[in-house]
Structure formats: structure tokens, C-alpha cells
């Protein structure tokens, strides 16, 4: 599931940037063929302009003697072009640019000409520039000759003087300086473009694996926290359901058996009832439902409250539950239930893992991120801890002993999980210190003065 994720991550990553490779590519293509055009048409233009300037011309009647240029005196009529003085030096000029230059008469006839071969193409006056190919016959001698494909660019223009037209001139340009450099770019874009997507595609499939690796992780721990919650459920649910068949089986029912087993049924129930409960503030708190009902408290006698709570168990296990509270008021924001549930479940913890001995509250004030905190340590001198399991004591469903844990009826392995994520919910801080056989000591360091912003409004 995750490879086929991962593939179709990479896939749709290596088609986007392939679109708009392909789109860039085509503009950066259109450019530079556009530029090019424009500039073989910018140097016809001038080579019409340059020429336009050159051309003799001359009064039609012999006897008038009059040599005129092209921006000659007006009123003389008739007019025409000495074709022989004005290309007589344009010829060498022109080939060494690759430009052909025809002159037609007012007729449109052909008068004048650079090209080896004549065009053949019909004269259109087109000042903006038309691309033309020209297709002509070359038989060297022979009967089976070849045909070749000329493809030049052309720009045509009257020439006139005082509503008189004195001719058109047609200029050409090969069209192979345009096109040779489009092909090049084509290639060199192809090439560029299909290095690119390799190279997209390889970063695409890192970086989906590195995008599917948090969610892969998040799935195993989702998997083991649904076989976890099943089993601990499933237990219970079983003991139940065997207690009330039994119950019921009996043909002469005895009261005080019954009374027992309802007793278990009742114990289990509690203990079902607490599961679902952590379970559902686990899964709130995941989402962000949990709503934080801040409030101004005094931790001395919030942690008393509990201590009062628990010191009856404490007192059944054989042990002593001392605290050690700070002379004066330690006021601090905080949600109470959230706060009394965390201390429950510290001192709770501390009194299932200590066989015999006592567990220590102690609440002090110290600095931490610069700032004035509360320091509440519990102490226990349990069963310890072994260094290589202390980083997964916060995770859900983990439990030390599980074994006697299960024996016994008690524990599910959300206390310390639940508690880390209030801690956080409080923007504090949870450590845990323990040596196996000589007890733990977490400490919990929560912040007298909680940001404002970090304050979400009812």
C-alpha cells in the first residue's frame, strides 16, 4: 500500500513538473523564433530602406538630361529607375549577407535580379514579411533532375514618387537562419527537458519516501494501538461474559456466589470504564477537541486534594505517602481536572510499581526557558526502571511489567501517556530517572505564566 502511494506520489510529481517543463520549453521556443523573425525582418526593412535611398532615378524623355535621386525635385514627370547605376554596386554587398534583392518594373515585370535562379513567385507587395518557399529544378544536363525546397523569407514594397509607381523591390532572406537555430534550440531543449524529468523523477520517489515515512509510522502505531485497545478490552469483556453464563447456569442460584460475581462484574466495569475513558481523552487530544478550561489555581492545594486521594491506597499497600508542599501559595494557570488527573496518575504509578517503602511528593519552584516554573517530583523506591526501556514508557499501552500488571488487574499503560500529553497541553516539560530496584523519580516543570496566545478562548 505504502510503495503503491509512494509511486503515484513520485508519478504525479514527475507529470506536473513534465506540464510545466513543456510549457516553459514552448514559450522559450516561441520567443526565440519570434525574436529571430523579427530581426531577419528588421534587416530587410533596412535593406528596402537603404536601397530605396540608392536607386538613380532618371527623367523617361532623353532630351531632359536630368539625373534625379530618389528624394529628387518634385514636379518632374515622367520618371523611371536607372536599374543598371542603382544595383551596380549592391551585388557583392548583398551575397556576402546572404540577402537577394529583385527589382520589378511599374509593370511588375522582372527587371533586375541577385537570385541564380529566378523565383517564379508572383509579386505581392507585403510589407510586414510573408515566409515563401521556393521550389525550382536542377537537372545539371540531365533529363532527371532533382527538386529542391528553398525556403526564404521576403518582404515587398512599392516603389513611388508623386503617385507615380517607379517599380517594386523584393528583398529575400534564407530562411535557414531562422530555422538551423530553432532546430538547435528544440534539440538542446528536448535534451535539457528529458535531464530534468530523470532528475525529477529520482528527487520525486526520495522525496515521497521521505513523505510516506511519518505516515508509515504513524500506521504501525495506529496498528499496535488498535491490537492494544482490543486487547485489553477483550480481556475484561471475557471475564464478564464467563461471570454472567455462569450466573445464569446455575439451576439453584446461590446468593452469595451471585453477590461475588457481580462484584467482579462491577470491579471490571470500573476498570472497562476508566479504559474507554483514557482512551477517548487520547483521541480528543490527538484532534485538538479537548477544550482547556484555564483558571488561576494554587498547586499547593491541588496537590494536597490528591495526596488525600491516594494515601488510602497507599495506606492498603503497606506504604508511606509523604509531601513535601511549598510555605507559601504557588499560583500558577492551568486546567484543574486536566492537572488533578495528571498528579493522579503520577502518584497512582508510583504506588503500583513500589512493593514496600514509601513514594515522596515534593513541589518546588525553579527557572526554566527563563521563566519562573513549578517543579513537582514524585519519588518512589519501586521496582526501577531499566535504562534501555525509559524512552518507551510515554508511549501508549507500554507497560514495565506487563505481566504482573495483567495478573493483577491493574494498569493499561495510558497513565504516563496521558500525562505527558497534558504536560504538553500545559506547554511544560516531564522527565523520568529510574535504576532498576532502587525506584523513579519523574519530575513534572510546569510554567507559572502560560503565553497568551497559547490560550485558546472557550
Not at 83 to 105: C, K, M, P, Y
Not at 174 to 185: G, H
Not at 258 to 284: I, K, M, W
Request: hydrophobic share 40%.
Amino acid at each position: 500500500m505504502f510503495q503503491t502511494t509512494r509511486r503515484r506520489l513520485a508519478l504525479w510529481y514527475t507529470a506536473i513538473t513534465g506540464i510545466l517543463l513543456i510549457l516553459f520549453a514552448s514559450g522559450v521556443y516561441f520567443y526565440v523564433r519570434n525574436t529571430l523573425v523579427e530581426r531577419v525582418d528588421d534587416t530587410l526593412n533596412h535593406v528596402v530602406e537603404v536601397v530605396q535611398r540608392s536607386l538613380v532615378i532618371e527623367a523617361a524623355a532623353p532630351s531632359s538630361g536630368r539625373v534625379l535621386t530618389a528624394a529628387g525635385v518634385k514636379g518632374q514627370a515622367p520618371l523611371q529607375v536607372n536599374v543598371e547605376d542603382s544595383f551596380r554596386d549592391n551585388a557583392q554587398t548583398l551575397e556576402d549577407d546572404h540577402i537577394d534583392i529583385e527589382w520589378f518594373g511599374p509593370n511588375g515585370q522582372l527587371q533586375w535580379s541577385t537570385l541564380s535562379v529566378p523565383s517564379n513567385l508572383p509579386l505581392q507587395v507585403n510589407a510586414a514579411g510573408e515566409t515563401v518557399h521556393l521550389r525550382h529544378r536542377s537537372n545539371n544536363g540531365q533529363n532527371d533532375g532533382e527538386d529542391t525546397d528553398q525556403v526564404l523569407r521576403q518582404i515587398s514594397r512599392r516603389v513611388q514618387i508623386n503617385n507615380q509607381v517607379l517599380g517594386y523591390l523584393r528583398v529575400s532572406h534564407p530562411w535557414f537562419e531562422v530555422s538551423k537555430p530553432s532546430r538547435q534550440l528544440v534539440i538542446d531543449l528536448s535534451v535539457w527537458s528529458g535531464l530534468v524529468m530523470v532528475a525529477t523523477g529520482t528527487i520525486g520517489w526520495l522525496l515521497s519516501g521521505l513523505a510516506m515515512a511519518p505516515v508509515r509510522q504513524s500506521y504501525q502505531q495506529l496498528k499496535q494501538f488498535t491490537a492494544d485497545a482490543s486487547h485489553e478490552l477483550r480481556n475484561p469483556i471475557a471475564v464478564i461474559q464467563t461471570n454472567v453464563q455462569v450466573a445464569l447456569a446455575d439451576p439453584e442460584p446461590d446468593v452469595e456466589f451471585q453477590h461475588s460475581q457481580l462484584q467482579v462484574v462491577e470491579r471490571l466495569t470500573r476498570r472497562l470504564g476508566r479504559l474507554v475513558d483514557n482512551l477517548l481523552f487520547l483521541a480528543r487530544q490527538d484532534g485538538g477537541l479537548i477544550p482547556m478550561q484555564w483558571e488561576h489555581l494554587d498547586l499547593n492545594k491541588l496537590l494536597l486534594d490528591v495526596i488525600e486521594e491516594q494515601s488510602l491506597v497507599a495506606q492498603g499497600q503497606g506504604l508511606d505517602l509523604i509531601y513535601n508542599p511549598m510555605p507559601s501559595e504557588v499560583s500558577m494557570p492551568g486546567d484543574r481536572d486536566q492537572l488533578i488527573r495528571l498528579f493522579t496518575n503520577l502518584i497512582s504509578n508510583a504506588i503500583q510499581y513500589t512493593p514496600e517503602g514509601k513514594v515522596t511528593v515534593t513541589l518546588a519552584t525553579t527557572q526554566w526557558q527563563g521563566q519562573e516554573a513549578s517543579k513537582v517530583t514524585v519519588c518512589d523506591t519501586g521496582i526501577g526502571i531499566s535504562k534501555e526501556l525509559q524512552p518507551q514508557v510515554f508511549d501508549r499501552f507500554y507497560r514495565v511489567d506487563k505481566a504482573r500488571s495483567r495478573r493483577d488487574g491493574a494498569g493499561s499503560g495510558l497513565g504516563l501517556a496521558i500525562a505527558k500529553a497534558i504536560i504538553t497541553n500545559h506547554q511544560g516539560r516531564i522527565q523520568l530517572e529510574s535504576q532498576t530496584g532502587q525506584g523513579t523519580t519523574v519530575t513534572a516543570t510546569l510554567p507559572c505564566h502560560i503565553k497568551s496566545e497559547f490560550i485558546k478562548p472557550d
